[in-house]
Nanobody, 121 residues
Framework: QMQLVESGGGLVQAGGSLRLSCAASGITFSRYAFGWYRRAPEKQREYVAAIYSDGTTDYADSVKGRFTISRDNAKNTVYLQMNGLKPEDTATYYC???????????????WGQGTQVTVSS
């Protein structure tokens, strides 16, 4: 069964750090592109970061310099290290995985169930 399972969310004070994990199963992990997205209450889903099968990365301007996306192909896991967290980072964070990087963020591919991140001021 192909699935993505996020973990690592929680409550943290502004300026703190969290590391999110996205564990994949049932797929040829190394061939997939992965993205992290987030949705705050009453807002649309927002792109956060992506990592491609060749290891290259991309970030939204709002998180550049604070967040780091990485992957461990041996563990079939994608990570999002979040430092310098701000209250506006509060959201449910979702992992998306897909073979064709051009379709990252679309309804195609795999989505996890999400993990909640809450940053208090």
């Amino acid at each position: 069964q192909m699935q993505l399972v996020e973990s690592g969310g929680g409550l943290v004070q502004a300026g703190g750090s969290l590391r999110l994990s996205c564990a994949a199963s049932g797929i040829t992990f190394s061939r997939y592109a992965f993205g992290w997205y987030r949705r705050a209450p009453e807002k649309q889903r927002e792109y956060v970061a992506a990592i491609y099968s060749d290891g290259t990365t991309d970030y939204a301007d709002s998180v550049k310099g604070r967040f780091t996306i990485s992957r461990d192909n041996a563990k079939n896991t994608v990570y999002l290290q979040m430092n310098g967290l701000k209250p506006e980072d509060t959201a449910t964070y979702y992992c998306n995985g897909i073979l064709n990087r051009s379709w990252l963020g679309s309804d195609s591919g795999l989505w996890g169930q999400g993990t909640q991140v809450t940053v208090s001021s």
